[in-house]
C-alpha cells in the first residue's frame, strides 16, 4: 500500500467476463517509480503481458487518475486511459480533460482496471468507494450524446455537478480501429482505439457519482509555494494568462494562422505545407484563416467552458446553422481544436468552417478520434485520384457532403467503403498498396504540425510509442512559441535531444495527470514543488526527470517485446529527402529524420530504437524478460508474435 497524499490508495480490477470486482492498494515501490496515471496504468498493461491481443479479453484497459488529479493544482483535471492499442499494437495512452478524473478521484479511486468481455452490453456504475456493473442493453447502438443524457436521468444526477460520464458510440461498439471514449462536455480520450478496447469488453460507459473531496496535500507549505509559483507562471504567459493569452483566447486553433504563415500547415494530405500553396498551385478556393481560432471567436463562439482547476478555459464552444443535403441543420458542440479542424479541413481539402463543425459533432457523439476520421478520409481521396479504391467507393477532395455522412458510415461500418476505412491506415495501405498515401507512423495518423518545417515534431513523430503523436513531446512549444527558448524550426541539429527531454516531461506530466498546457508556463521547478507538496515525498529535480526517463523506456520497452525496434520510428516518405519538397517559407525543406535519429537513439542509450538490458538495469525497470540487446549492439529484440 501507498500512503503518499494525493492517492486514494483503492484501484477497483474489474473481471467483466465473471463479473468480479476487487479493489486493491498501490504498490507503494510502484508509486515512487511510476507516479501515477499513464505511468502507472502503463505499469499494469504491462504486467498483463505485451503480448496480449488487443480485442481480446486478456487486454487491460486501465482508466487512471494521478496523484495531483482532482487537487487543487491547476489543470488537474485529467484522467489516462491505458491499454494495447488496436490501431498501432503498441502500448498507448489516451487523456482527455473535464471533471471525470478528478471526480474518480473524489469517489474514492485511483484507477478503474477493465479485462474480459461481459455477455451483454454493462455500464459501470461508481459511487462512494464501490463500483457496480449495470445492464446497458438499452443504449447500445445509441450516439454518445444519447447515452449520456438518458444515464443523467436515469441515476438521477447533474453532469458538471455531482455525475460524469465517459462512453463509446457506435464506432467502439463496431470495432473501429480509431474509436474514443467520450465524456459528457465532448472531450475525448482520441488516440489510439481505446474506444475500440472498450467496445471489444462490451462496457458501454463509466459513469462516475461524486461531489467534490479533493485531497488535502501532505506537506501544505511547499504545496502552497508551489502552488503560487504555478499560478503566477500561468498569469504572466502570453500563452495561458486567463483572457489574454492565445490559448485562453482562441484555444488550441490559435496555431492555425501560425501554422499556415509558416508553411507548416500540412494540407491535401500533406502534398502541400499551407493552403496558399495549394491554392497557388491549383487556383481552389482554400484558406486557413477561414476555420482560424480567430475566425471561429468572431464568428460561431458560443461559450468556453472550462476543466476542473482550470482558469485558462481553452475549450471553445460553438453553434452553427449549415445546410447539409439540402436540410438546415443547427448544431452545438465543443470542441473546434485545431488538429480537428486541420485534418477535417486544409488537409481533406477545403476550408468550410461551418460544414467542420458538423463533423465535429458527429465524431464526437459517433465516438470516432477526428484527427484519424480527417486523415483517414484525406487518404481515401488521393487513393480515389490515383484509381485505388475502383469498385470499392470514392471520396472527392473537399467533398464536405459525403464527409459529414461518412462519419457515420464508418462508426457502424455501414457498407464495404466505411467498412474498409474503418480500419485505420496501415491496413488500408496493406490492402490497396497504398503505403505512399499513408501519412501514419506506427498505424496512427500525424497532427498538425509539417515536419518539413518543424523538425522536431519530425523526430516526435517517428519516435513516439503510441504512434505518431504531437503530445508525447511537444517540440512547438520551443519551435513555434519560443518556451522555454526559441529555437530554429528548420534547424535539425540539436533536435533528437530536445524531443527526448520533452518526451519525458510530458511523460511526467501525463502522470501526475495534469494539462500539458501547463508547461506553456510551468517548468520542472514547479512541477517538484507540487508532486512533493501533495505527496510528502522530497525528490529532487533529477530524480523526477529520471521517472519520467522510465516511464518512457517501460513504454518503449514494452512495444520492443512485440517487435517494434528502429525500422518502426519512420515517417511517411513524402516528408523525407525523395518526397515532397516544403514550398513557401518552407520552400525546398525536407525532414533529415536519419540524422535526427542517431542523435535521439545517442541521448537514449538505445540501440536501433531499443532499450538494452543495461538500460534497463540503470531506471531500475524489472520487469519482464528483458530485449535480449546490450550497449554494444547485439541480438534483435525478440518478437512476440
Not at 469517489?107 to 451483454?120: K, S, V, Y
Not at 503566477?232 to 486553433?253: H, K, R
Not at 457502424?412 to 474498409?420: C, G, I, K, S, T
Amino acid at each position: 500500500m501507498t500512503e503518499l497524499g494525493g492517492f486514494q490508495d483503492r484501484v477497483a480490477r474489474i473481471d467483466l467476463s465473471d463479473e468480479e470486482i476487487a479493489c486493491e492498494s498501490i504498490d507503494d515501490e510502484d508509486a515512487a517509480k511510476y507516479i501515477g496515471a499513464r505511468g502507472l496504468g502503463v505499469k499494469y498493461v504491462f504486467d498483463q503481458g505485451p503480448a496480449v491481443d488487443p480485442l481480446g479479453p486478456d487486454n487491460l484497459l486501465a482508466f487512471m487518475n494521478g496523484p495531483l488529479s482532482g487537487t487543487q493544482v491547476t489543470m488537474s483535471g485529467r484522467i489516462a486511459v491505458c491499454t494495447k492499442s488496436p490501431l498501432t499494437g503498441t502500448v498507448t495512452d489516451s487523456h482527455h480533460g473535464g471533471w471525470s478524473g478528478a471526480r474518480l478521484k473524489w469517489a474514492g479511486f485511483d484507477g478503474l482496471c477493465f479485462e474480459g468481455e461481459a455477455d451483454e452490453p454493462v455500464y459501470a456504475y461508481v459511487e462512494d468507494g464501490t463500483v457496480e456493473l449495470r445492464d446497458a442493453s438499452h443504449l447500445w447502438g445509441a450516439g454518445v450524446h444519447e447515452t449520456r443524457d438518458r444515464l443523467e436521468e436515469e441515476l438521477e444526477g447533474s453532469y458538471g455537478k455531482n455525475l460524469s460520464l465517459m462512453a463509446i458510440g457506435p464506432a467502439g461498439e463496431n470495432g473501429v480501429k480509431y474509436a474514443c471514449i467520450m465524456n459528457e462536455d465532448d472531450r475525448a480520450s482520441g488516440r489510439g482505439g481505446t474506444g475500440c478496447v472498450m467496445g471489444s469488453k462490451n462496457l458501454k460507459a463509466v459513469v462516475v457519482k461524486s461531489t467534490t473531496k479533493m485531497p488535502k496535500p501532505a506537506d501544505p507549505e511547499t504545496f502552497k509555494e508551489g502552488h503560487q509559483q504555478a499560478m503566477q507562471a500561468i498569469q504572466e504567459s502570453e500563452v495561458t494568462a486567463p483572457n489574454e493569452g492565445g490559448l485562453s483566447m482562441y484555444g488550441t486553433n490559435v496555431l492555425m494562422n501560425i501554422g499556415e504563415e509558416m508553411d507548416g500547415l500540412p494540407t491535401k494530405n500533406g502534398q502541400y505545407t499551407s493552403t496558399e500553396s495549394m491554392r497557388d498551385a491549383e487556383g481552389v478556393d482554400i484558406d486557413a484563416e477561414r476555420v482560424s481560432g480567430e475566425n471561429v471567436r468572431e464568428n460561431i463562439l458560443v461559450d468556453e467552458p472550462t476543466c476542473h482547476s482550470c482558469p485558462v478555459a481553452c475549450k471553445k464552444e460553438v453553434e452553427v446553422t449549415a445546410m447539409h443535403k439540402g436540410e438546415e441543420m443547427n448544431v452545438r458542440t465543443e470542441s473546434y481544436e485545431y488538429e480537428s479542424a486541420y485534418a477535417l479541413g486544409p488537409n481533406s481539402g477545403h476550408t468550410d468552417r461551418d460544414k467542420i463543425a458538423l463533423m465535429l459533432e458527429r465524431c464526437n457523439d459517433m465516438g470516432v478520434d477526428t484527427i484519424d476520421a480527417g486523415n483517414m478520409m484525406a487518404m481515401a481521396m488521393e487513393m480515389t485520384d490515383e484509381g485505388k479504391l475502383e469498385g470499392v467507393g470514392e471520396l472527392e477532395w473537399g467533398d464536405t457532403e459525403t464527409m459529414i455522412d461518412m462519419i457515420e458510415r464508418i462508426a457502424r461500418r455501414e457498407d464495404e467503403f466505411a467498412d474498409l476505412l474503418a480500419e485505420g491506415p496501415r491496413r488500408v495501405a496493406d490492402r490497396k498498396d497504398a503505403h505512399e498515401n499513408s501519412l501514419a507512423v506506427k498505424g496512427q495518423t500525424i497532427a498538425a504540425y509539417d515536419p518539413r518545417c518543424m523538425k522536431g515534431m519530425g523526430i516526435g513523430y517517428a519516435t513516439s510509442n503510441r504512434g505518431a503523436c504531437h503530445l508525447r513531446g511537444y517540440t512547438p512549444a520551443a519551435e513555434i512559441l519560443g518556451v522555454p527558448e526559441k529555437v530554429d524550426p528548420y534547424e535539425y541539429e540539436g533536435k533528437g535531444e530536445l524531443t527526448a527531454q520533452f518526451q519525458d516531461l510530458h511523460a511526467i506530466s501525463d502522470s501526475f495527470d495534469i494539462c500539458k498546457f501547463n508547461a506553456f508556463a510551468e517548468g520542472i521547478e514547479e512541477y517538484v514543488l507540487q508532486y512533493n507538496g501533495m505527496t510528502g515525498r522530497d525528490v529532487t529535480e533529477d530524480e523526477l526527470l529520471e521517472a519520467g526517463e522510465r516511464i518512457y523506456n517501460l513504454e518503449r520497452y514494452y512495444n520492443n517485446l512485440n517487435g517494434f525496434d528502429g525500422s518502426d520510428d519512420s515517417l511517411p516518405a513524402r516528408f523525407l529527402e525523395d518526397g515532397i519538397r516544403g514550398q513557401g517559407a518552407s520552400e525546398g525543406e525536407y525532414c533529415e529524420l536519419d540524422e535526427m535519429k542517431d542523435e535521439y537513439y545517442d541521448h537514449r542509450g538505445w540501440v536501433d530504437g531499443v532499450v538494452p538490458d543495461e538500460k534497463l538495469d540503470e531506471l531500475g525497470i524489472e520487469l519482464g524478460p528483458g530485449t535480449g540487446v546490450s550497449s554494444e549492439g547485439g541480438a534483435a529484440a525478440p518478437s512476440d508474435d
